[in-house]
């Protein structure tokens, strides 16, 4: 069965693992994963449950749609607690645009100590939220009516996925958010289910997503990986610290970026290089059971997939984000915001990936 969920595995875990001097880093991630999945397995989940998901027990043999698609869609949107109302975002209105970024800058994602919040820039949200086939009725908020500000917001994106050797038509679904001050309200159940209605009047019923937890019930998982550049202000913000016995002057050191690429003909992506990178990221993805289908290249794919910075190298491809500092450490206002260089279709060994980020280093883009 195909879910609508892609779960991401965080790395942290309640339990005390005692290391055994025969296991593996690999051997240990699994068991983290395997107590993640417990914990998951014990909590009650009163929206999940009632979702055309999988329960997290439950044993899964088969596959194909969870529920009928030729099932009655409700037309009317659903109804939401006095004082707020349903609005769809024009991103690319300056105004609109930066209610939503505000809303994300000061109430999205952040780590579990709320020092460190993502700080998406109006730029990349156009350029995530607007590929080709973008529609306004899916970049949906909640606003006050009083006051007229955004309160609530969810954005669904086109996406043409391959599960096992079958291509679906199927949306992204990102960039759920609630102000923090209306959490209580349980206002995040009710974005994910209207914008599922809006997005099943349209003849899609699978959707696949993201999230920092596990909840019923993830089809993929995923890590992510640090690679400290700028030790001193990294250190300075509080997003890494010094170990035992280690000198900031040995920890730039174990970080200090190569002065020169090690391979050459390393360079800046251009159009004509997109239908070679679309095929090489195509073949690559065909090692996974789950997976976007890239196999047809149009002139607004290559001018989206240009947008952002990317460099050729047997292709990686790079996105820039900003994280913020909101625990008012730093030395300045300028060192709370942390530009961070975000892998995206990276199919390249470690080799090609450093030469990569030697370049970006020295034309200044990263710093």
Not at 325 to 335: A, I, L, N, V, Y
Request: with cysteine; glycine share 4%; net charge positive.
């Amino acid at each position: 069965r195909v879910t609508q969920c892609v779960c991401e595995f965080t790395t942290f875990c309640r339990h005390p693992l005692q290391r055994n001097p025969t296991m593996g880093d690999e051997e240990i991630r699994k068991q983290i994963e395997k107590l993640q999945w417990e914990d998951a397995a014990k909590e009650e989940h009163r929206f999940w449950d009632s979702q055309p998901v999988p329960k997290m027990t439950e044993q899964v043999d088969s596959e194909g749609p969870l529920e009928p698609t030729e099932k009655q869609v409700r037309k009317e949107p659903l109804r939401l607690p006095e004082g707020f109302e349903w609005v769809d975002l024009t991103l690319d209105d300056d105004e609109e645009m930066t209610s939503a970024y505000e809303l994300l800058r000061d109430n999205y994602v952040e780590d579990d100590d709320a020092m460190f919040r993502f700080n998406y820039s109006k730029e990349f949200l156009r350029w995530a939220a607007m590929p080709p086939g973008w529609r306004k009725d899916w970049h949906l908020g909640v606003r006050a009516q009083k006051t007229g500000k955004l309160l609530g917001f969810i954005t669904a994106v086109p996406a043409t996925v391959r599960v096992f050797d079958k291509s679906m038509k199927m949306v992204e679904i990102n960039f759920l958010c609630v102000h923090k001050k209306l959490r209580a309200k349980r206002l995040a159940p009710v974005l994910i289910m209207e914008i599922t209605r809006r997005v099943n009047l349209t003849g899609v019923f699978q959707a696949v997503y993201t999230v920092g937890s596990v909840v019923p019930r993830p089809v993929s998982g995923a890590r992510y990986y640090h690679r400290t550049i700028n030790a001193r202000k990294l250190v300075d913000v509080g997003f890494t610290g010094l170990g035992p016995r280690m000198t900031m002057q040995r920890f730039e050191k174990l970080y200090r970026v190569a002065d020169k690429p090690c391979l050459d003909g390393v360079r800046q992506m251009k159009e004509a290089d997109v239908p070679a990178a679309y095929k090489l990221v195509s073949e690559y993805l065909k090692n996974f059971s789950l997976g976007k289908n890239l196999q047809v290249v149009t002139h607004s794919q290559s001018q989206r997939l240009l947008a952002a910075t990317s460099l050729v190298v047997i292709f990686s491809y790079f996105f820039f984000l900003e994280r913020r500092c909101c625990s008012g450490r730093g030395t300045s206002p300028t060192s709370r915001e942390r530009p961070a260089a975000c892998t995206y279709y990276c199919h390249s060994p470690l080799l090609y990936f450093n030469s990569t980020l030697t370049c970006y280093t020295l034309s200044g883009i990263i710093d």
